[in-house]
């Protein structure tokens, strides 16, 4: 064999050598940043809120993950970000991270604008300010601004032309909201949510019952401020219709007490002086319906207000376990009153 074959054989044998050495290393290191983009990072039990600021790029993006024990490198997200060519598409916003986490993960979640959305619960029977300060209390908006826009009744114009406000209209439910959301935004979801519990059947009912929505709304909210057991909304609303069919006065406390928070501070007892206040909203003073609803009802006092159980009663007083004792005549509600008030 020549000199030159020689070179040439072992040459060729030490590039073969290089090519599978190379390709080795290049495996291992594939494998190895597979490995850390795939292996989730972070404590079990973490529950992380993290808030990704508008204009924000992924060198500051991985910072922030990094101080929040979401990642250990930041130039790992940021060489993945960069490979998946999602780096300048990766949404401002808040999120959150529940365990453990892989770079993968995270940054997909970012490219996805998964957002996470706050969960605010009203419950049925809260009035207008209740309302506000649930919502500003979980970090939306302030109590001047809610005010100012529940006064603005153009979204219920066409059901309730009469509408001085939008209490009643504020429809109850489990409502999800991102970080950011303005308090018209809210309003107006909350307004919708009535509008689509509030069907043709539920208005068809009305007419059959020669009431407005309005009317409706109101005797709805009496009831749902009366009673919390569902079993008894339709009895409390039976004993308010047959009151309003004789044209008796209502002599309903929670309209007392809205009408005493219009003047004053409510300080959780209705005194003597309360009861003679003079509003339209004091049902001891004056008969029918007071001019508006006092809470914001569910659909179950709603249905509850089309639908009255068919009674003769017409008094009720609590039991002070949460029930209550309904009668047809003065004398028995009399006697009740001994019973349960002494």
């Not at 401002?92 to 604008?113: N, Q, T, V, W």
């Not at 406390?253 to 219009?262: E, F, L």
Request: charged share 25%; glycine share 6%.
């Amino acid at each position: 064999m020549s000199r030159y074959d020689f070179i040439k054989n072992h040459w060729g044998k030490f590039l073969v050598s290089s090519l599978i050495f190379l390709l080795l290393v290049g495996f291992a290191a594939a494998a190895w940043f597979w490995l850390q983009i795939e292996t989730p990072h972070g404590a079990a039990a973490q529950d992380k809120i993290v808030q990704v600021p508008e204009g924000a790029g992924v060198i500051q993006i991985s910072k922030i993950l990094e101080k929040e024990g979401l990642i250990t490198s930041p130039w790992l997200f940021q060489l993945y970000v960069r490979l998946a060519g999602t780096a300048g598409r990766l949404k401002a916003g808040e999120y959150r991270f529940r365990g453990p986490h892989s770079i993968s993960d995270l940054a997909d979640k970012l490219h996805r604008g998964d957002f996470y959305y706050h969960r605010v619960t009203i419950t049925e029977g809260r009035d207008m300010q209740e309302i506000a300060a649930i919502f500003v209390a979980a970090g939306f908006g302030t109590i001047e601004r809610f005010a100012q826009i529940f006064q603005n009744t153009e979204w219920i114009s066409e059901i309730d032309p009469e509408a001085q406000n939008l209490e009643g209209y504020l429809f109850p439910d489990t409502y999800h909201f991102l970080r950011g959301t303005s308090e018209q935004e809210i309003v107006t979801t909350m307004v919708k949510r009535f509008q689509q519990n509030w069907t043709e059947a539920e208005e068809a009912r009305a007419r059959e019952l020669q009431m407005t929505v309005r009317e409706v709304v109101t005797l709805a909210s009496l009831i749902e401020k009366e009673t919390g057991l569902r079993e008894e909304r339709p009895v409390v609303s039976s004993v308010f219709h047959n009151r309003l069919a004789l044209n008796m006065r209502l002599a309903c406390d929670p309209t007392v007490i809205y009408a005493v928070k219009q003047v004053k501070e409510y300080d959780g007892v209705i005194n003597q002086s309360d009861l003679a206040l003079d509003s339209p909203y004091n049902t001891y003073l004056y008969p029918g319906l007071p001019p508006g609803p006092i809470a914001n009802p569910g659909k179950e006092a709603i249905q509850s207000a089309l639908y009255p159980e068919k009674t003769d009663y017409l008094f009720f007083v609590s039991r002070n376990d949460g029930s209550h004792h309904f009668s047809t005549s003065y004398r028995d509600h009399s006697r009740a009153v001994q019973e349960y008030q002494r």
